[in-house]
């Protein structure tokens, strides 16, 4: 009776051994200990591959073409010129990047395109951007202050994310007095989505905005993008691909955010924009 209970106990502790190891490399193989464990429901991160909150996908992608020498100067207007109101005619520098020419990978990212190629953003006071594919353009400024910023963007709407591919200026239409905003402060620019999206192009949809002057890390700045009323933190600077989104009217909301989740002070650190999706 004591040797059948020796053996029995031998091969329990053997069992108990065997699964223990086989666990280990389960986790180890599966990735069990990853970031996603600890990681808020609805926050994202590049180290993820996505998230989902009521039928709607957020996937971060880091895989575009780099472009880390293009480089984009508003050359004129200067920000010091008295400006007059009316039509101010606008033009840029552009080195190490051809515009209008198609992004090599555009036809595999399987979203909206321009047939027209890259080109730049050209944001006025934080109205929807206006695309450019020549190096100059003509808008009307406002009386008072104007805040203009300018990216390249890849075909597909992309922007470029390096110091020297944007310019942010201030002027001033009139001879009236203003105060000028602290353009050295955490900035959050609106960039894409757009307007309306129709057949395929409403399968997948970019989400990106511009940050002037922050960084995102999952314990510092953020950005709180609202879609539908579904809340999606994101803690790093990339494009983001939307799936799932219904036909018709869609909301998004962007916000810059510090670590305590409440919306940075700043120009346009708080922005909401509707889209249209149609068969």
């Known amino acids: 009776m004591k040797n059948q209970l020796f053996f029995f106990v031998i091969i329990n502790a053997l069992c108990v051994i ?46 575009s073409p780099d472009f880390q020498e293009a480089k984009l100067r508003i050359s004129s207007p200067k920000e010091t010129e008295k400006l007059s109101a009316g039509k101010i005619k606008f033009t840029f520098d552009v080195s190490n990047y051809e515009l209008k020419s198609q992004t090599t990978d555009a036809g595999t990212k399987l979203c909206a395109n321009s047939k027209d190629g890259q080109h730049i953003h050209f944001i006025v006071n934080d109205e929807p951007y206006m695309a450019l594919y020549e190096p100059q353009t003509e808008h009307v400024l406002k009386d008072g202050l104007n805040i203009v910023l300018a990216f390249l963007s890849r075909s597909y709407h992309e922007s470029i994310k390096t110091p020297k591919a944007y310019q942010l200026n201030q002027y001033v239409v009139g001879k009236g007095q203003v105060k000028f905003e602290d353009l050295t402060a955490p900035l959050l620019f609106y960039s894409r989505p757009k307007g309306q999206y129709t057949g395929s192009d409403t399968k997948k949809i970019i989400l990106d905005f511009y940050l002037i002057n922050t960084t995102l890390t999952p314990d510092g700045n953020k950005v709180r993008a609202t879609i539908n009323g579904n809340e999606f933190i994101l803690t790093d600077w990339v494009p983001y691909f939307i799936e799932g989104l219904p036909m018709g009217d869609n909301t998004i909301n962007l916000e810059l955010i510090d670590k305590e989740g409440k919306v940075i002070p700043g120009l346009y650190n708080s922005v909401e924009r509707k889209i249209n999706l149609m068969e």
């Open 18 to 63: 065997t699964c223990t190891q086989k666990t280990s490399q389960e986790n180890a193989t599966t990735g069990a200990d990853t970031l996603s464990i600890n990681t808020p429901e609805n926050e994202v991160s590049a180290a993820e591959s996505n998230i989902s909150k009521n039928g709607i996908t957020l996937t971060p992608f880091k895989d």
